[in-house]
């Protein structure tokens, strides 16, 4: 999952980013709206995490720019004032959820995992194809019953394959929403990360190749 976080205290960011990327996200940050703009316009992100207060704008602006634009990702404010009236306006804007700071860490990943499931997920929430079973809020998975220790982007990326299943997924979009902006390695990454994922998952087939495109889990889907 690829997370924007736009927040211009440089500490807090670091704490969170470092934070979010160990739990598998994609994190990208910016301190200012500008540079949160600019990220939003040329990313797709499944998330993102807004500070109120911003050097050159706040949080709500970014909000109505992102709703106006049509973009349905899930928006969580962040918060130091905690007055209804900064509430009314985010939720007015179109923000899903909100933190007020100082926050605990584990609050705001259990936050993020509520706005990242999907509502057909609130009574089932461990995904699962074929033999393979995840389940996001404990970061276990199982493979045929056998618990399979997986690094933080191998879960990421098993992760946004199961929350796809039966369609098929692109290297390009596997990049763009598993690794962040700073990933400047190897262009054939998806696929050795893939080919770790069948050997640790010793599920060969559960991840198949579509040739020429990128990847699929679970039956195809028939549109
Ligand atoms: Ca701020």
Redesign the pocket.
Known sequence: MRLLLV???VSLATVVERGLQEDGYAVDVAGTMLDALHDLDSNEYDVAVL?L??PDGDGVQICRWIRERGQHLPVLMLTARDGLSDKVDGLDAGADDYLTKPFDYPELTARLRALLRRPSDVHQPTLEVESIRLDPATRVVRSAGVTVPLTAREFSLLEYLMRHGGLVVSRETLLEHVWDANYDGLSNVVDVHIANLRRKLSAEDVIETIRGVGYRMGAEVVA
């Open positions: 927040e211009d205290d500070d207060g911003l």
